[in-house]
């Protein structure tokens, strides 16, 4: 297969969706897309913070009628849909027995479901572009680094985001051969307006903040832009030849394992 020459505008023309790209790791999704060249449409509950150039569009992900809609007047304005990113997401803070079976059903609905039904919405687009353009077609899943390492008081939520990346894994196996690939990227804990308000709740904001930043190997945060670079690299025509992969930018928090102290 012949290289693709490096350049900024590597999604020049591109049509691309981001489900909850209004805010945080999907607003700087939707951003960096259109900086290199993508017509992006932004899928999300509340589409105000979508960034300039790109087409809002107000849904909710737990409603399928809208996310059909939403989809398909993406596709019909864009010309046609070759770049999705299911990113769309809501926090739970707690164990197994904090939450009712109505909390469970609720957060399930938008971690899990909100991108089930996206993705149904999506397919029958992105398969369109896959006949033209095969391999060059993808889904990007934000998953998180909950599904892949237990963290205290993450139950529901962790248990939403291992549903996602098992997903993600049947997808690309069920539609390599369409030339659409798969992905997720798991970050570790993002500054992002949901930390934000995260912090907000806690009883003494700095030290929980310092907590969060403490258990990643690199001591900070992960920034939103550094999540949609790697969002930008699986979606994009650099890989190719990746599918079926979940992509961790966690300051080496799942892999790693320091010693305490500076060495
Ligand atoms: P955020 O709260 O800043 O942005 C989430 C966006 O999704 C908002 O614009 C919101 O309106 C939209 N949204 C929420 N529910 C929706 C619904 N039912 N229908 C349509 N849109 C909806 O959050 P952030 O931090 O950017 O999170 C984005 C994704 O990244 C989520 O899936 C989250 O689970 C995941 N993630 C976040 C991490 C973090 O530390 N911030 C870490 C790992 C994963």
Same mark, same amino acid.
């Given at each position: 297969?012949?290289?693709?020459?490096?350049?900024?505008?590597?999604?020049?023309?591109?049509?691309?969706?981001?489900?909850? %790209?209004?805010? $945080? *790791? +999907? =607003? /700087?999704?939707?951003?960096?897309?259109?900086?290199?060249?993508?017509?992006?449409? &932004? !899928? #999300?509950?509340?589409?105000?913070?979508?960034?300039?150039?790109?087409?809002?569009?107000?849904?909710?992900?737990?409603?399928?009628?809208?996310?059909?809609?939403?989809?398909?007047?993406?596709?019909?304005?864009?010309?046609?849909?070759?770049?999705?990113? %299911?990113?769309? $997401? *809501? +926090? =739970? /803070?707690?164990?197994?027995?904090?939450?009712?079976?109505?909390?469970?059903?609720? &957060? !399930? #609905?938008?971690?899990?479901?909100?991108?089930?039904?996206?993705?149904?919405?999506?397919?029958?687009?992105?398969?369109?572009?896959?006949?033209?353009?095969?391999?060059?077609?993808?889904?990007?899943?934000?998953?998180?680094?909950?599904?892949?390492?237990?963290?205290?008081?993450?139950?529901?939520?962790?248990?939403?985001?291992?549903?996602?990346?098992?997903?993600?894994?049947?997808?690309?196996? #069920?539609?390599?051969?369409?030339?659409?690939?798969?992905?997720?990227?798991?970050?570790?804990?993002?500054?992002?307006?949901?930390?934000?308000?995260?912090?907000?709740?806690?009883?003494?904001?700095?030290?929980?903040?310092?907590?969060?930043?403490?258990?990643?190997?690199?001591?900070?945060?992960?920034?939103?832009?550094?999540?949609?670079?790697?969002?930008?690299?699986?979606?994009?025509?650099?890989?190719?030849?990746?599918?079926?992969?979940?992509?961790?930018?966690?300051?080496?928090?799942?892999?790693?394992?320091?010693?305490?102290?500076?060495?």
């Amino acid at each position: 297969m012949s290289r693709q020459p490096y350049s900024a505008r590597d999604f020049e023309g591109v049509p691309a969706l981001v489900t909850g %790209g209004a805010s $945080g *790791i +999907g =607003a /700087a999704t939707a951003a960096l897309l259109a900086e290199r060249g993508a017509r992006v449409a &932004v !899928l #999300d509950l509340d589409p105000a913070g979508a960034p300039p150039g790109t087409l809002a569009l107000e849904a909710d992900v737990t409603d399928d009628a809208a996310v059909r809609a939403a989809v398909d007047r993406a596709a019909a304005e864009l010309g046609g849909l070759q770049v999705l990113v %299911g990113n769309a $997401g *809501i +926090g =739970a /803070a707690g164990t197994v027995e904090d939450h009712d079976d109505s909390e469970w059903q609720r &957060v !399930l #609905d938008v971690n899990l479901l909100g991108i089930v039904r996206t993705d149904r919405a999506a397919l029958p687009h992105l398969r369109r572009t896959a006949a033209r353009h095969p391999g060059q077609v993808s889904i990007t899943h934000t998953c998180s680094i909950a599904a892949t390492a237990g963290l205290p008081q993450r139950a529901l939520y962790s248990a939403s985001k291992g549903a996602v990346l098992s997903l993600t894994l049947a997808m690309a196996a #069920d539609h390599v051969r369409e030339g659409i690939r798969v992905n997720c990227v798991n970050p570790g804990t993002v500054d992002t307006p949901w930390v934000g308000r995260l912090l907000g709740r806690a009883d003494d904001p700095t030290a929980e903040r310092d907590a969060l930043e403490a258990r990643q190997p690199t001591g900070r945060l992960v920034g939103a832009e550094e999540v949609a670079d790697a969002v930008a690299y699986l979606a994009g025509p650099r890989a190719s030849a990746v599918t079926g992969t979940a992509l961790a930018v966690d300051g080496g928090m799942q892999g790693l394992r320091l010693r305490p102290g500076p060495r």
